[in-house]
């Protein structure tokens, strides 16, 4: 019986949809190290659900989360979710990442909201 070999894409398919600040933010939060370290991170931690990797479950998940004034993130909310266990691996990536930078407006920290698109992609590798 031959299995299908199925390499799990995120790291290029991670995709900031848009960044809405809370108090007129000038700077807006970021990851440190930027958008670069931030998908090393996600490509270093991403684990594809097994269960949705069987049932080849593919699509995004639109998470929403404040970053305050310390860099913490709080308030994460799924606004699109695709299964119960990718909606989890996409909190789970956000809970553990590092601190993030926040927002600054006239040299003062402020919180912020985020929103990001974690896309979970099977890319299969055909039969010899």
């Known amino acids: 019986m031959k299995y299908p070999f199925i390499i799990f894409a995120l790291f290029l398919c991670v ?8 108090d007129t933010a000038k700077v807006e939060a970021r990851f440190p190290g930027g958008p670069d370290k931030f998908y090393e991170y996600l490509k270093r931690n ?13 699509g995004k998940v ?3 989360f404040t970053v305050d004034t310390n860099g913490d993130i709080t308030d994460i909310k799924v606004l699109q979710g695709l299964t119960p266990e990718t909606n989890a691996e996409a909190v789970r990536l956000i809970i553990g990442s590092a601190n993030w930078l926040p927002a600054k407006e006239k040299g003062v920290f402020v919180k912020s909201i985020l929103t990001i698109a974690i896309n979970f992609n099977l890319i299969k590798k055909p039969d010899n």
């Open 46 to 58: 991403f684990r594809y659900p097994e269960v949705a990797a069987k049932n080849n479950i593919e």
């Open 15 to 22: 995709t900031v949809v848009k960044a809405q600040q809370k």
């Open 62 to 64: 639109v998470l929403q």
